[in-house]
């Protein structure tokens, strides 16, 4: 049974790089983004459950910021539309106050107005 998603998904106008802060291997680019989560689409499947501790570099400072860390839970992964990729869906587990603030400064700067 799927979760009804508490926030609407905003697509922003970039493919945010998101790079795994253990290793600093990119994982892949941010599809979307909410306060609460991230769809991500990447050249590997992502296992369901995995933990990522994730950085993503930011388009220029967004809040006095360049880069954002925040961990996050793989809730979801399954093929693209493209047979090449792989998109998968997080919920955010551990965010800063700080670091939110500029999620939500990137969604009204670079978010697709509808």
């Known amino acids: ?7 609407k998904r905003v697509h922003l106008i970039y493919y945010l790089r998101l790079f795994d802060n253990q290793t600093n291997d990119l ?11 991230i769809m991500m689409i990447s050249e590997k499947p992502i296992q369901i459950g995995t933990d990522f501790s994730f ?20 809730l ?6 493209n047979p090449d990729f792989y998109v998968s869906g997080y919920k955010i587990e551990k965010i800063s106050p700080k670091e939110l603030k500029t ?3 990137l969604i009204n700067s670079y978010g697709f107005k509808s």
């Not at 950085?55 to 793989?74: V, Y």
């Not at 979801?76 to 539309?81: E, M, N």
Request: charged residues 30%; aromatic residues 6%.
């Open 1 to 7: 049974m799927h979760e009804k998603r508490a926030t």
């Open 27 to 37: 994982v892949g680019h941010l599809v979307d983004i909410t306060t609460d989560g």
């Open 55 to 74: 950085k993503m570099h930011l388009p220029g400072n967004i809040a006095g910021r360049e880069e954002i860390d925040f961990k996050a839970c793989c």
């Open 76 to 81: 979801w992964c399954r093929k693209d539309f």
């Open 103 to 105: 999620i939500t400064a």
